[in-house]
């Protein structure tokens, strides 16, 4: 059964801190990772993927891949109130071209 | 709007009765996806699909459920005989036709959250 697995939260952060999301997963032959935001009642909306070892950076996103240690991260600097959000996490396994398994999301509230 | 359009967003069912779900893809996607999504839980993958072909089913329950996308037309998720449990929101997602790699990017639509009264 491969799984990925998230602290579910809430995780609360004041306005302008950096917010740290974690991820794990199981499949060691995981190809692809992928953090996606979800608000309320919203759709997953996609805004970091990774494919190989190390960093990744996109504006106040940088998302960190350790496939050794086989997880993944998510660090959003300046945290903004409009970044309370669920964030998933989601990984394609080698196995699969494009099944993706997500975690059940942590709940990110930034407190203005 | 060039998104993955879901209709309806909102379906109400008494058990019993049958649900019906659309999806049309984003435009120069052939590639569907369905997953669900029940409280406090994660998206859970469903059924893979390409125009006519049902490429993975593995996630989709044995009964009651089935899914196609006609070679004209939205994708289609059709839950037989509903029952409490089938409550959630159903997300449909695309991806773009790929010749090489694919990165396993998906693009949701809104989701249709189906209520069995």
């Known amino acids: 059964q491969k799984e990925v697995e998230q602290n579910s939260g809430p995780l609360s952060v004041p306005e302008g801190a950096i917010a740290s999301l974690n991820c794990t997963y199981s499949?060691?032959?995981?190809?692809?990772f992928f953090w996606y935001r979800q608000y309320s009642g919203k759709s997953p909306e996609l805004i970091m993927s990774?494919?190989?070892?190390g960093d990744k950076e996109d504006g106040r996103f940088t998302a960190q891949l350790n496939k050794a240690s086989q997880y993944v991260s998510l660090l959003i600097r300046d945290s903004q109130p409009s970044d309370s959000a669920t964030y998933l996490c989601a990984v394609r396994s080698g196995g699969s071209n494009y099944k993706l398994t997500f975690g059940k999301g942590t709940l990110l509230t930034v407190n203005p | 709007n060039a998104g993955v359009m879901q209709n309806p967003r909102h379906l109400v069912r008494r058990r019993g009765q049958e649900a019906r779900l659309r999806c049309s893809p984003m435009?120069?996607?052939?590639?569907v996806y369905w997953y669900r999504q029940l409280p406090e839980e994660g998206l859970k993958f469903m059924v893979y699909?390409?125009?006519?072909?049902?490429?993975?089913e593995s996630g989709m329950p044995k009964e009651r459920f089935s899914a196609e996308f006609p070679k004209e037309g939205p994708s289609i998720l059709r839950i037989q005989q509903v029952v409490r449990g089938d409550s959630a929101a159903y997300f449909c997602?695309?991806?773009?036709?790929?010749?090489?790699?694919?990165?396993?990017?998906?693009?949701f639509g809104e989701g249709s959250r189906l209520t069995v009264l």
């Open positions: 997602a695309s991806s773009p036709r790929t010749s090489g790699v694919n990165t396993g990017e998906l693009f």
């Open positions: 699909l390409q125009k006519e072909n049902i490429i993975d």
């Open positions: 499949d060691r032959v995981s190809q692809s």
């Open positions: 990774i494919y190989s070892n």
């Open positions: 435009k120069g996607h052939s590639h």
